[in-house]
């Protein structure tokens, strides 16, 4: 592979395998399964092994899965959250076994093997035996402080027993920690969809991204109602709110404060009469690992609760503390993962589903097949790139997974069954509900429906601009919308500005309470946050955190749409991918239209907020009518202040050094920009001399 083509291959990696931790961490939601995402991270990894020139210090693979949200507060955690190294081949689970004594120096070692539980990494603390706070995985070093849901579930007491202090090695630990695993029961995941289809509500996808939306639910009875559960699998003792330093200079001394095994920390757990899991066995040598990860992975169908493999860890703490930590994972665990369901049936026809946002994806309609538990009739064929590789036409016999209990998926095709010559089935050049034109988007490998106005795309548009994030509409839920659509009210998201009071109050069941509750929350909508507001839009790939970026970057959303890739692609959080889908919603015949409705019903205005008060005149400063380029970290203030600063100077902040820049401003790790803008003889600015042109301007940040 050519320099250039590995750069390439690695910046893609970095960027697909950041946006799956996004939908993963963040967003509580998947589009692969964790095999298909583990295999992603092995290739970047081997990559940036192969090209060191070409590794970053913010590469996915230095840094743990983030899911933090805006929306809380975080908190430092007691000590770093990590993940483990995860493995799919007893090959695997042998070697690593071998690592482990080869670096203890000993012939066996003793091993604790543990369900893997599906679910949301969750942190409780406890001071004097009574609650005290808790916090999300986040990051693996802050994490989100999500107490007061927490504190609903009903396996996690406001009090511990008299006797909690008794349970610690040398005596009483005011305050302690214990870590676990949220999840939602199989059983009442299945309860609380049939409660959602009465409802009309959409259907949670999952028990595991049930779990992770739930605990990021601002409404603490919503979360005791949907009724999560937890196993927890750690403990140990704080100091200041810290984590007491294990000894490391005499390992055989012991691990200080903490218990001396996992075994006895499971013990103690129980002991106070929190939930573990039934599921724990011993090993110390690799046979006897491998007979229960089978026993594990026999029962997991009889489990009313999500497993996607195994804990293997080091029972001793002193071991632990020997064998030590990588930047993201312990060298003294290993998590193994079971392999995905699979189950063989027919494929009857290829249909077309268009999502929220205008993807169009075939599905396969199969010959019902039981599959882990359930029933599948239809599964995810992700697009016609993907069909073509696997060569898929209706009639095949096809392997069906469920990886991790996601959406099913045909697998492949079992070519020596086919009967024939079955035709492939060729991508539509048109929407199927619409008819609009579709347009290929060939960095996420898709055919979109960019016309708002589509009525496949639109319930789910309304469905999101209507919501807490976005529009923030009280009184209109999904039922609403879609009686509202079902009776001609709406086309668009403008029409809710023109809904007609009269037609409202005759509604079933509505009145004039419910139609003014909802038209006041219609006209309260214009004064939401710029960022929130935007976000309603519903811009492909564009969360709540890039939606809050290009709010802060551009005042309006004319200023907006009238932005290049390249600018965008500039930005934090944003990249050339999302950025040319904004690009590509906002210009679209389609986007043009919706947001000119939207300023004339005055959702939009021109500018949303006013450039910052200067002293000096635009024409004085430096900056006016300079093309600059902003590269690298500035201590002194984030990249999108130090743009609006530059902007309200006169200047013009691009994310290209062409020919036409006549300054970069180069802060900290300025990479390769740096090097071309002084190949090009372009004027390079450190920060204090930009710091020093803003002053002069009259801007002190």
Known sequence: MERQQARERIESLREEITRHNQLYYAEGRSEISDREYDQLYAELVEMEEAWPEFQTEDSPTRRVGNDRSENFPSAPHSDAMLSLQNSYDPREVVAFDQ????????????????????????????????????????????????????????????????????????????????????????????????????????????????????????????????????????????????????????????????????????????????????????????????????????????????????????????????????????????????????????????????????????????????????????????????MGRKDIRPGDQVVVVKGGDIIPKVLRVLLTSRQGQPRPVPAPEQCPVCEEPVQRDELAAALRCVNPFCPAVLAGRLRLFVGRDAADIDGLGGQSLDLFLELGFLQGPGDLWRLDRRKLVALPGWGELSADRVLAGVQAAAERPWEARLFALGIPQVGVTTARTLAEAYPGIRQLAAASVEDLAALKDVGPIVARQVVDFLNAEGGRALIQDLLEVGFFREEERTPELRSADVGDSWFSGKTVVLTGTLSSMGRSAARKHMESLGAKVTGSVTGKTDALIAGEKAGSKLKKAKDLGVDVVDEELFLQHLADAGITP
């Open 99 to 386: 690592r482990v004594r080869r670096e203890l120096n000993r012939d066996r070692v003793t091993y604790t093997v543990e369900p893997k539980m599906d679910g949301v990494a969750v942190a409780v603390r406890y001071r004097d035996g009574r609650f005290h706070m808790a916090l999300t995985r986040g990051d693996g070093r802050q994490g989100d402080v999500i107490s007061a849901n927490a504190a609903s579930f009903a396996q996690i007491p406001e009090e511990l027993p008299r006797h909690w202090a008794e349970v610690f090695p040398g005596g009483k630990a005011t305050e302690f920690e214990i870590r676990g695993e949220a999840y939602l029961s199989l059983s009442q995941f299945a309860r609380l969809n049939t409660a959602r289809e009465k409802e009309g509500l959409p259907l949670l996808a999952n028990p595991r991204n049930a779990t992770a939306g739930t605990l990021k639910t601002l409404d603490s009875r919503e979360v005791k109602r949907r009724g999560l559960s937890v196993f927890f699998y750690q403990l140990f003792p704080l100091e200041d709110g810290r984590r007491p330093q294990a000894r490391t200079d005499d390992p055989s001394a012991g691990p200080g404060p903490e218990f001396p095994d996992h075994q006895g920390e499971l013990e103690a757990l129980r002991s106070l009469g929190l939930p573990v899991n039934p599921f724990l066995r011993v090993a110390d040598t690799p046979d006897d690992l491998l007979k229960h990860l089978k026993e594990l992975e026999e029962q997991r169908a009889r489990l009313d609760y999500q497993i996607d493999g195994a804990v293997i860890k080091v029972d001793s703490r002193a071991d632990q503390v020997q064998l030590r930590y990588t930047a993201k994972a312990p060298r003294w665990g290993l998590a193994y993962k079971f392999a995905a369901e699979q189950a063989v049936t027919t494929l009857r026809e290829v249909t077309l589903q268009v999502g929220r946002t205008g993807v169009i994806t075939p599905v396969a309609e199969l010959e019902p097949v039981p599959l882990a538990g359930t029933t599948v009739s239809r599964a995810t064929l992700h697009n016609w790139t993907d």
